[in-house]
């Protein structure tokens, strides 16, 4: 545990960064599953397409995931959107 009180303040902040960085992942992979399950529905996918790129796009910006993961992801997306249709 720690001694020191910057440590235990640092510990303290790496706890609620995690909460957020939780939140903003799961968002993000939320987001994503929807996408899919439209896709393989083969329900309308525009908006949920624009909201999983808002998901990843705010997860590449507070460093949850990096840029080319981030665009990695989008490019996977777009590219299952477009040959489901």
């Known amino acids: 545990m720690a001694i020191i009180q910057s440590a ?3 510990l303290r902040q790496s706890k609620r960064r995690k909460v957020f960085n939780d939140l903003r992942t ?3 992979k939320r ?4 996408v899919r ?3 393989k529905e083969k329900v309308e996918t525009a908006a949920q397409l624009a909201a999983s ?4 796009d705010k997860a590449a910006k507070r460093g949850v995931i990096k ?3 981030a665009s990695r992801k989008k490019s996977r997306l ?3 959107v477009a040959t489901k249709k």
Do not use: D, L, W
């Open 8 to 10: 235990k303040k640092a």
């Open 26 to 28: 799961s968002t993000m």
């Open 31 to 34: 987001a994503i599953k929807g």
């Open 37 to 39: 399950v439209a896709v």
């Open 53 to 56: 790129y808002q998901a990843i």
């Open 67 to 69: 840029k080319n993961t």
């Open 78 to 80: 777009a590219k299952s």
